[in-house]
């Protein structure tokens, strides 16, 4: 892990997050941030390309540490998370990392300010099934939108059901594994667009 790249701060992720939980559970969506085997399972499959990746709503950044921990550069790394105090603690945590305040909506503009036409793989911690259906589909869209060839987008739920709509966006889906020590269990799917 650089060290550079990741600060030890003095405020408690747990604490950061059980903040925000209280304020918005509905679009924080979990009871914790995700675990080490949660995070280590995703990071894992993010892989060693050399494409920029593209995590929405990172929360704490449990996630984020493992995909700089592996061999993704923190230039190529882009956070979008909506909640202004995440944001604010997500910042502090990863100093070489870009991080955006806004909603995963906006996601493609975001990319292209800071010059990136498309990513190798969006992450998503994104609580889909906590959205109404249209909400979602926008979402889902601007996600793919982002992606390259061969690009992958990871997403986990704490249902063992698809979060997205297969046919609806053409995508193939794989089912890569359950987390049951997360907090709930967490079923991480790998979706792929089918041409
Ligand atoms: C399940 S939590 C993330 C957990 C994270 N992996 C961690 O370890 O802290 C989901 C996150 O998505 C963020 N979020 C929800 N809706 C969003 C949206 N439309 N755009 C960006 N972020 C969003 C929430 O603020 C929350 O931080």
């Known amino acids: 892990m650089r060290l550079s790249t990741v600060k030890q701060i003095a405020i408690p992720s747990n604490l950061v997050f059980f903040r925000s939980l209280l304020l918005n559970p509905k679009s924080i969506g979990a009871v914790a941030p995700s675990s080490l085997r949660l995070s280590r399972f995703i990071a894992a499959r993010v892989g060693s390309g050399n494409g920029p990746v593209l995590e929405i709503g990172a929360g704490t950044g449990a996630i984020t540490r493992e995909l700089l921990g592996s061999a993704i550069e923190p230039g190529n790394l882009f956070v979008i998370e909506r909640d202004a105090r995440l944001a604010w603690f997500l910042r502090q945590r990863f100093p070489g990392v870009v991080v955006r305040c806004d909603d995963a909506l906006h996601c493609g503009q975001i990319l292209s300010a800071h010059g990136v036409r498309s990513v190798q793989t969006v992450v ?13 589909d926008a979402i889902v869209e601007a996600m793919l939108n982002t992606m390259g060839r061969n690009a992958q987008l990871i997403q986990y739920t704490y249902t063992p059901f698809c979060p997205i709509p297969l046919k609806r966006f053409d995508l193939a889906a794989e089912c890569l594994g359950r987390i049951w020590t997360n907090l709930p269990p967490a079923t991480v799917w790998r979706f792929v667009k089918r041409r």
Do not use: D, G, K, T
């Open 124 to 136: 998503s911690s994104l609580p889909l099934r906590n959205m109404e259906p249209a909400r979602r």
